[in-house]
């Protein structure tokens, strides 16, 4: 704390608005209707999505379009804030990549004047100085937005430079963590990739060099059954746990989430979806398809509604190899393949079952199985990895991030 003090002590600030400091922009979402816009795309285009996935830093998005749908040809340009003052308000993320951005976005950039008065970074950071403040400022409406008109008069300080940078320095210790957790992520692609991580080669010929080296299944053939369960009639306030994908903590299943139904309901109107200790089960409809947990033995007897599908695999099967191969890059590409085009992202029970992977010898999964293991118990483990390091040096680096980013006025 003397520090910090220290380091804020008697800093002189100059306070400007972000009318003053920033080009305003809307974004936009480029005609659904004309094909050409999203055919061929290399134009990053920036949704709430986008910052849910891969977090308030970003260079890469999820959807790109194509520069035909670039309205003037001009881009919002690198090292951009994105605001979100309209539907899901107070968050915002930085941009260091030429981009578009939809309409729920708010794009600030630097005016030429004050680029060389500001590190990035820090406006970044004292972004979320400003999500606090869109949070409180709201218009009635039907649609609930920001006061714009506070919005332009909303001030940022500018202290020193090397304050600044110091500034940075401290909030992006803090930040590291997250990092670490992706970081781990991709050594998970990498050991699944058998060569491929990254290399779209389904029309190549390395692609067929690559299933040479290794045997390739169908999840079919490796499962006694694959199915989805139903809705029931009514849930209870006890009884049979039932299982919806609001209940996964990542690749856990949360039971303090669970809803109920009774035992009757249970053994015969659902009689078909009645789970067994290491399903897996997968999101295969809505928003959140793809996402997948191993049912514990803790939460049985359960059963699940039908945006679930149930894997059940053989006996000799190794769970945990096939498990991860479904929450890894390969599911991810094929979900892509089978609901391009579609309205509502949904994959059936026959393609569930055509869903090939890499199949290598069982020792070779044991050994991957080892390894992923030990990833997993360090990015999603609750009581042992990141996430209970994360939790701990949540409210510390709050702290720490609005002391920081307190200046006299």
Request: charge should be neutral; hydrophobic fraction near 35%.
């Amino acid at each position: 704390m003397s520090y910090l003090d220290t380091l804020l002590e008697g800093v002189e600030v100059e306070w400007k608005t972000i009318d003053d400091l920033f080009h305003i922009k809307n974004g936009y979402t480029p005609s659904k209707s004309n094909q050409e816009y999203w055919t061929n795309g290399t134009i990053p285009w920036f949704r709430m999505e986008d910052i849910r996935e891969n977090g308030r830093v970003l260079n890469k998005s999820i959807q790109y379009v194509n520069i035909s749908a670039v309205k003037g040809e001009k881009l919002f340009p690198a090292d951009s804030i994105i605001v979100s003052t309209s539907a899901t308000i107070g968050v915002h993320a930085l941009v260091s990549v030429p981009f578009l951005a939809n309409q729920r976005f708010t794009v600030l950039s630097l005016k030429n004047e004050y680029a060389d008065k500001f590190i990035i970074k820090f406006v970044f950071y004292y972004g979320f100085v400003l999500n606090e403040w869109c949070k409180n400022n709201i218009t009635v409406g039907n649609f609930p937005g920001v006061d714009m008109n506070g919005f332009r008069k909303f001030t940022f300080p500018i202290p020193p430079l090397e304050v600044q940078i110091e500034i940075v320095r401290i909030l992006d210790t803090f930040t590291e963590l997250t990092a670490r957790k992706k970081q781990y992520n991709y050594y998970r692609e990498q050991l699944l990739s058998f060569d491929c991580l990254n290399q779209d080669l389904q029309d190549s010929h390395d692609f067929q060099d690559l299933r040479n080296k290794v045997e390739w299944k169908r999840l079919g053939e490796l499962t006694t059954l694959i199915t989805k369960g139903t809705t029931p009639k009514k849930y209870t306030d006890s009884g049979i746990a039932f299982i919806k994908t609001e209940v996964f903590d990542g690749s856990y299943i949360n039971s303090k989430k669970l809803s109920f139904i009774d035992e009757d309901t249970h053994n015969k109107e659902l009689k078909r979806s009645i789970l067994k200790h290491n399903d897996i089960l997968i999101t295969i409809a809505g928003a959140t398809i793809g996402k997948c947990a191993i049912v514990p033995k803790e939460i049985l007897p359960a059963n699940t509604n039908q945006a679930l599908a149930i894997i059940r695999l053989n006996d000799d099967i190794n769970m945990k190899y096939v498990f991860y191969l479904i929450k890894s890059h390969y599911m991810t590409r094929y979900i892509e393949q089978n609901i391009k085009g579609s309205a509502q992202p949904n994959l059936n029970l026959e393609q569930l079952n055509n869903f090939q992977i890499p199949y290598p010898s069982s020792e070779e999964q044991e050994r991957i199985v080892s390894i992923l293991d030990k990833f997993d118990t360090l990015t999603t483990s609750i009581s042992e990895g990141l996430p209970k390091e994360i939790e701990l040096r949540k409210k510390q680096y709050e702290y720490y991030r609005d002391k920081l980013l307190s200046f006299p006025v």
